[in-house]
């Protein structure tokens, strides 16, 4: 295993509502990135935090925002969910910006 | 902005054939990784490419990075069922924004 460990592993929300996903990094990773996969797909870049400050982002709308904490573990936030939010979410950490990712198990997001 | 496509989408062998996939991005990358996808599980780390030309290899894994910097290959010689799964490769450009390829899915036949 990576050592990355994300929360929820499933979540059911309603179009409209907010979300929180959670994510751990491997010990020592002062890197993070978040995915977006939906199914069939490669994973798509949302943003990548780095010692706390944002480093990055794809195109994706302000409604997804994130946060790195002191001990570099990251949150995920969307906001007014639409359908197409569903996917599996996936958080990956590295040594430092340009590493190899070591990706957790992700969240299954589900908006009816 | 930066796309990398992959192809072929999906590949089906017998065990024991070869098996390539190549990664083509359109804009020159400052390295390349690969990663394998089992299905329903996370990514997994392969390999990184960082110079022009650069060719690794791992047991039956050889990975090579173009001359101009914009494209890759995975090459698998003589299949194993424990091969199946998604390969992905990812190039990082100059700003640290990593673009996924949509992968090729690699089925082995016993």
């Known amino acids: 295993e990576t050592g990355v460990t994300q929360s929820p592993t499933h979540l059911i929300k309603t179009r409209g509502q907010q979300v929180t996903l959670r994510c751990s990094s491997q010990s020592g990773h002062n890197t993070v990135s978040w995915y977006q996969q939906a199914l069939g797909q490669g994973p798509q870049f949302i943003f990548q935090?780095?010692?706390?400050?944002?480093?990055g982002r794809g195109n994706f709308p302000p409604r997804f925002s994130g946060l790195q904490f002191p001990n570099y573990s990251s949150e995920l936030n969307v906001n007014a969910l639409e359908l197409d939010d569903s996917a599996l979410y996936l958080c990956?950490?590295?040594?430092?910006?340009?590493?190899?990712?070591?990706f957790g198990p992700g969240t299954r997001l589900t908006v009816t | 902005g930066q796309q990398v496509m992959q192809i072929p989408q999906y590949q089906h062998v017998q065990e024991g054939e070869d098996f390539t996939t190549y990664c083509n991005s359109s804009?020159?990358?400052?390295?390349i990784q690969w990663y394998k996808q089992r299905p329903g599980g996370h990514p997994v780390f392969l390999i990184q490419l960082v110079k022009s030309g650069e060719v690794k290899k791992q047991k039956r894994l050889t990975f090579q990075f173009g001359e101009a910097k914009k494209n890759s290959s995975l090459h698998i010689t003589a299949t194993q069922t424990t091969d199946v799964g998604t390969y992905f490769c990812a190039g990082r450009d100059n700003a640290g924004k990593s673009t996924f390829g949509d992968g090729t899915t690699l089925t082995v036949k016993p």
């Open positions: 804009t020159t990358l400052s390295n």
């Open positions: 990956a950490s590295s040594l430092a910006r340009g590493y190899e990712q070591y």
């Open positions: 935090y780095y010692r706390e400050e944002e480093n």
